[in-house]
């Protein structure tokens, strides 16, 4: 069965420190990732998504994928009080994605 | 904002009764899908589309129907409630121009089957 896999946390961060998320995914045949935030009773909204090993940054978030380990991760800088939320990894193909239960991030003041 | 809209955002609703819920979209994807989120289980597919009247089957589509007669309207139903099928249900689409399957969601819909 494919799956994907996430601490469920809670992650406690202090404010302005960097928040580290991490994901593991069973399917190598997986070829895009997404990371989706979700505040409680909100819809999740999409933060990146990453298809090449490597990094991608886009202001304070940095998505990472290494597909020889099948590991994605998610950097938060200069974390803020407003990114404290649930924050889901997904991965798949083109039609299908797999998500994970998610982690939840506390910014602590 | 990727133009979705679900209804009803709320419902309340007795086991044994059919249920119907309706996502709608204004852009045009080709892909919608129906996913419902539990406590510990993450976001999971029920039903996904990939064009009018083209549909299939999720991890969890056992108790589900849905139907797509026209582009911009998916519906899914509950064609016997059961308490266990209380949840949060969520439609998504999967963004064209972007590619790579990404998906935008919609507001959801918290259905309680008592």
């Known amino acids: 069965q494919k799956e994907v896999e996430q601490n469920s946390g809670p992650l406690s961060v202090p404010e302005g420190a960097i928040a580290s998320l991490n994901c593991t995914y069973s399917?190598?045949?997986?070829?895009?990732f997404f990371w989706y935030r979700q505040y409680s009773g909100k819809s999740p909204e999409l933060i990146m998504f990453?298809?090449?090993?490597g990094d991608k940054e886009d202001g304070r978030f940095t998505a990472q994928l290494n597909k020889a380990s099948q590991y994605v991760s998610l950097l938060i800088r200069d974390s803020q009080p407003s990114d404290s939320a649930t924050y889901l990894c997904?991965?798949?193909?083109?039609?299908?994605?797999?998500f994970g239960s998610g982690t939840r991030l506390s910014i602590r003041p | 904002d990727a133009g979705i809209t679900q209804s009803p955002r709320h419902k309340v609703t007795e086991t044994g009764t059919p249920v119907t819920l309706r996502c709608h979209q204004t852009?045009?994807?080709?892909?919608m899908y129906w996913y419902r989120q539990d406590p510990g289980h993450g976001l999971r597919l029920i039903h996904y589309?990939?064009?009018?009247?083209?549909?299939d089957k999720g991890e969890v589509s056992d108790g589900y129907s849905v139907s797509r007669s026209k582009t911009e309207d998916f519906l899914l139903t509950l064609e016997s409630a059961t308490s266990s099928q209380t949840s949060v249900y969520f439609c998504?689409?999967?963004?064209?121009?972007?590619?790579?399957?990404?998906?935008?969601f919609g507001p959801g819909t918290r259905l309680l089957v008592l």
């Open positions: 997904a991965g798949g193909g083109t039609s299908k994605i797999i």
């Open positions: 589309s990939y064009g009018v009247k083209d549909t």
């Open positions: 399917d190598r045949g997986s070829q895009s």
């Open positions: 990453i298809y090449s090993n």
């Open positions: 998504a689409i999967r963004d064209h121009i972007t590619g790579m399957g990404t998906q935008y």
């Open positions: 852009e045009n994807h080709r892909y």
